[in-house]
């Protein structure tokens, strides 16, 4: 074989590496590339973000003797133009809002509207989703403590977890203990492996905050449940705060820790 001829074969075969390399640079590099989070709507009293593909955190306000004015998460799911919320805005001005901005401006059918546990900031505004026929799901001890603590009727109830179709794909709500209340839940959407904790779950750096109806001595075991049952979990969208990872559960884990 000629020293020209073997030159040239050489050549071709560095381009074809060199293409494949950059091939494969190009699928890892957009890979690794972060979803920015992007508001969507905003208004005195509500904000919705968008933090993924598919998932929304909705913020609204709730004015409090020990704390003051407090921002509340919510988290907003989506699949085949139908969606789950979990966590109503503080009031039904701001429920109104939210319910008015996925139906008319997202256009998506809302299939469920899910409290995770009975404190104002969870279910405040349950009346407008009631009103627009949308199927409100929740842990039996929170249908009994709503009742109990504002007349409040939540239509669906269940015990220790609940599958909530979403389009082609599926939503989890579980209960794995006791801690910020005695029947708070956590929502799971496998599709992104996002968890929104609500307040079981603290932001970095969040104080204990109100205590009032928690079972602190098992906070950090029912976290650490959660964190057992999903090794995978990506984004943690806490009840009051910044969103984070892993590092949520940690945090909030160390800090309820006897």
């Known amino acids: 074989m000629s020293s020209r001829r073997t030159m040239r074969i050489r050549i071709i ?60 998460n919510g988290m907003i799911i989506r699949n085949k133009n139908e969606v789950i919320v979990f966590d109503t ?9 939210l319910i008015n901005y996925i139906k008319e401006k997202l256009r998506y059918k809302i299939n469920a509207i899910v409290p995770t546990h009975f404190h104002n900031d969870c279910l405040g505004g ?16 929170t249908i009994e403590l709503a009742k109990k603590n504002y007349a409040i009727s ?22 794995f203990g006791e801690g910020h209340t005695k029947d708070n839940v956590v929502g799971y959407f496998p599709n992104e492996n996002i968890l929104f904790g609500g307040c079981l779950i603290k932001e970095l750096e969040a104080t204990k905050g109100y205590l009032g109806d928690a079972n602190v001595m ?20 806490p009840g009051h705060g910044e969103i984070g990872g892993k590092d ?6 160390k800090l309820f820790k006897p």
Not at 128 to 135: C, M, Q, W
Not at 154 to 175: C, E, H, P, V
Not at 248 to 253: A, E, G, P
Request: hydrophobic share 40%.
């Open 126 to 141: 349950l009346k407008s989703f009631d009103e627009n026929n949308i199927s409100s799901f929740a842990h039996y001890k």
């Open 89 to 97: 805005p503080t009031n039904n001005k701001s429920a109104d809002a």
């Open 154 to 175: 939540i239509q669906k109830g269940f015990r220790d977890s609940l599958k909530l179709n979403l389009g082609s794909t599926y939503a989890m709500a579980t209960f």
């Open 218 to 237: 098992e906070w950090s075991n029912t976290v650490e449940k959660i964190k057992q049952a999903y090794p995978n979990v990506k984004i943690v969208i």
């Open 13 to 72: 075969l560095l381009a074809s590496l060199i293409c494949s390399l950059f091939k494969v640079y190009n699928v890892n590099a957009q890979k690794t590339i972060a979803f920015k989070p992007n508001v969507i709507f905003e208004s005195n009293d509500l904000i919705i973000i968008q933090i993924s593909d598919n998932a929304f955190v909705h913020t609204s306000y709730l004015q409090t003797n020990d704390f003051g004015k407090v921002p509340c």
């Open 248 to 253: 949520l559960l940690d945090y909030t884990i």
